[in-house]
């Protein structure tokens, strides 16, 4: 078995996919990965848009990885897409093969290079297959017990990545004892869950991704938690004392009106997803209504806070 990785240069990768996927049964999978990290999908959080592609991807550079059989010719792959889509072979940077070793148990792989998360010793991440007894003998610090059990999936959030990291060491760290709090763009939950834990009053997560709301309800239910899982932010009748949004640059700059009639007056909103290079556009975007400043930073990602005037 083989991957083939294909660099390309695209606007909308949904069709070039299926297609990709119709050539024949010895293409097994495919997938793609934006490779300019800053660019986001259109709407993608239910943010407006000016844009009438709301349902396709309009990266501009684009990684596909195709699981294919020993039989592909990538030549006549390659060729065979963009035919059927009447695209230039043109857009076609670079791609290459991958044999991939058939004999790797994958999920014991993954599992062992999958470890817990200690988030300044006052919450512990975790995933089903650790140890929970074995690690709390190591991890004396963790005061009341404090732990997420969540299993990577398709919703983004384990608290391994710098901005997840960050809002949950804000969460710890800050006063949210009986405070209503808003997690914009849930994702696995894992924010909406550790503000539960640390004393939060009312909880909401929201995410418009159908794999995101059902991640967090299973994830809240996991770990024992009661929260509010909505896909809609028309469907919430009440104004927060804080919110949370981590996603990305593009989508939270279109976001900054949902926000602003969701928030109390007074209230903290917290900005993460955000690179170094993309702060002040973020800060002139929500300077109309709010005050924000650089709480913290980590490998590159900022994470902006201030209240509600």
């Known amino acids: 078995m083989y991957e083939l990785i294909i660099y390309c240069k695209f606007l909308n990768a949904d069709i070039f996919s299926d297609t990709l996927l119709d050539y024949s049964s010895n293409v097994l999978s495919v997938s793609i990965e934006n490779a300019n990290l800053e660019d986001s999908k259109n709407s993608i959080f239910g943010e407006p848009s000016n844009s009438a592609l709301l349902d396709l991807i309009n990266w501009k550079n684009i990684i596909f990885y195709i699981s294919v059989n020993d039989e592909i010719d990538p030549y006549d792959l390659i060729k065979y897409a963009t035919d059927k889509t009447n695209l230039n ?5 670079k791609f290459f093969l991958k ?4 004999n790797i148990d994958w999920v014991l792989k993954y599992q062992s290079n999958n470890h ?3 988030i300044n010793n006052k919450l512990l991440i975790i995933s089903s ?4 007894k074995e690690l709390l003998k190591n991890i004396k610090e963790i005061i009341n017990n404090n732990i997420i059990e969540l299993d990577p999936g398709l919703a983004f959030g384990t608290g391994s990545h710098p901005t997840t990291y960050l809002c949950l060491s804000w969460i710890i760290d800050n006063e949210i004892k009986d405070k209503n709090i808003l997690d914009y763009g849930c994702g696995s939950g894992i924010l909406a869950i550790a503000a539960k834990k640390f004393g939060a009053k009312n909880v909401t997560a929201l995410d418009i991704d159908k794999q995101a709301i059902e991640a967090t309800n299973n994830n809240a239910l996991k770990n024992n938690v009661d929260i509010s899982v909505v896909e ?3 469907k919430i009748n009440i ?4 919110i949370i949004s981590n996603i990305l640059s593009n989508p939270l700059k279109d976001l900054s009106i949902i926000l602003d009639s969701l928030l109390k007056y007074q209230g903290t909103l917290l900005l993460s997803g955000i690179l170094s290079n993309q702060k002040e556009e973020i800060l002139k975007v929500y300077s109309k209504w709010i005050d924000l400043s ?3 930073t980590l490998d590159g990602w900022v994470c902006l806070y201030g209240k509600k005037y």
Request: charged fraction near 25%.
């Open 89 to 93: 072979t043109n857009i076609i940077e």
């Open 99 to 102: 044999k991939i070793d058939q």
């Open 116 to 118: 817990p998360i200690n």
């Open 129 to 132: 297959w650790h140890n929970k």
């Open 232 to 234: 809609n932010y028309q």
């Open 239 to 242: 104004k927060y004392d804080i």
């Open 294 to 296: 650089v709480w913290n």
